[in-house]
């Protein structure tokens, strides 16, 4: 081996995935460091992430101690094809067997802070030049040489906080609007985030590029929520998909956003994250007693091994989903309102989409 190599896990990227792959490969007892940014602190965002049941217990397992206040668990995810009728959902999701939330929503910000944190308290170090490490796990988009399938929506995701009186905020809501997936999410019994997809030339744009005008359509249309302000900037970002080849190379591992970018339709796109560095975690901790080289191919190949193929197929799912919700006619609007419907008469299919959602893919 190469002298110049120190056994050490160097992580490229000092943001949400890095931070949280740091966390979870010391909490193994492994030496890492992360490569930052001087003075780094992202610019602030009103946006929200949906972790998943599965994807909180491991967060839990990395002992983030404040993970339970910064976050609200969802009950029930309640469906709506082509209409605002909040009291008549088209379909409803829920835990009915174990009873445990279906999700929890944490606003982005805040779980930043939350990893950081933890950064500091394990005494975890930064640096601002990468070392010639036995591995690195990069987790932003530098030198990647490997392939991407990629394509663009035509759309772009704007995200605000609403404030309302107060109710039982536990329930997200999907509203499959013909302008656009318009996503409810609770972050408070006051406070709730949504996700609004609409393409390059939707009208709608200049009703959400005006606070007054959106203000005046969501009190209009989505009555469950009383006396509604918009609380926060608006933001917004290209919707595109991507999905990386190979995510190994020798002695580096990609992983999070470069990897994979996933339309927001499900809410699935930080899971994915966090599952890939479950995997990670688990292979690293197998290995740990045999005294494996850390950057040994062998363990990239594993780890590759276990994330690859389910994750195309589960972002390939996603994509289909938003394909097939973006057809409007009215005709293909009645067959996904009847589809939902039945989903009811079909129990055990309902526990496995939960299951798919939760866990994504394991075979």
């Known amino acids: 081996m190469d002298k110049k190599i120190i056994q050490k896990i160097g992580i490229i990227g000092d943001g949400l995935t890095g931070n949280l792959v740091a966390i979870a490969l010391f909490r193994l007892g492994y030496p890492v460091e992360i490569v930052g940014q001087k003075d780094f602190k992202p610019n602030p965002s009103v946006a929200s992430i949906s972790i998943s049941n599965d994807s909180f217990k491991f967060l839990q397992k990395l002992k983030l101690k404040s993970l339970e206040k910064i976050s609200n668990p969802i009950n029930t995810i309640k ?9 008549n959902p088209d379909s409803i999701f829920y835990n ?16 930043f802070d939350e990893l950081s944190r933890e950064i500091k308290n394990l005494d975890i170090k930064k640096v601002y030049t990468p070392k010639k490490y036995a591995l690195t796990i990069n987790t932003v988009n530098h030198n990647i040489k490997n392939k991407h399938l990629n394509w663009d929506y035509e759309e ?3 995200t605000f906080i609403i404030k309302h009186e107060k109710i039982l905020n536990n329930c997200s809501r999907q509203f499959f609007l013909n302008v656009g997936p318009l996503a409810f ?12 997809s609409l393409s390059k030339n939707s009208q709608m744009r200049k009703i959400v590029n005006s606070k007054i005008s959106l203000e ?26 991507n999905f990386l080849t190979c995510g ?15 339309h927001p339709i499900a809410g699935q796109g930080w899971n994915m994250t966090v599952r890939d560095i479950k995997q990670l975690y688990d292979v690293y901790h197998d290995k740990k007693k045999y005294g ?15 994330t690859k193929i389910n994750n195309f197929i589960f972002a390939s799912s ?3 989903i938003r394909r097939i919700f973006k057809l409007n006619n009215n005709q293909i609007s009645n067959f996904r309102k009847k589809g939902f419907r039945k989903l009811d008469k079909f129990p055990d299919l309902k526990n496995e989409i939960i299951k798919f959602a939760d866990q994504g893919l394991s075979f």
């Open 79 to 87: 469906l709506y094809e082509n209409h605002k009728d909040y009291l």
């Open 96 to 111: 009915k067997t174990n009873k445990l939330p279906l999700s929890f929503i944490v606003l982005k910000d805040k779980l």
């Open 156 to 158: 772009d995701a704007f």
């Open 185 to 196: 999410l609770p972050i408070s019994q006051n406070y709730t985030s949504l996700v609004w």
């Open 216 to 241: 005046k359509y969501l009190n209009n249309n989505f009555s469950i929520y009383k006396n509604i302000k918009v609380n926060s900037k608006i933001e917004n970002f290209p919707l595109k998909f």
């Open 248 to 262: 190994i190379e020798p002695r580096k591992i990609n992983i999070g956003d470069v990897t994979h970018r996933i």
């Open 292 to 306: 494996y080289d850390l950057g040994d191919f062998s363990l990239l190949e594993e780890y590759e091994k276990k």
């Open 318 to 320: 996603i994509d289909l």
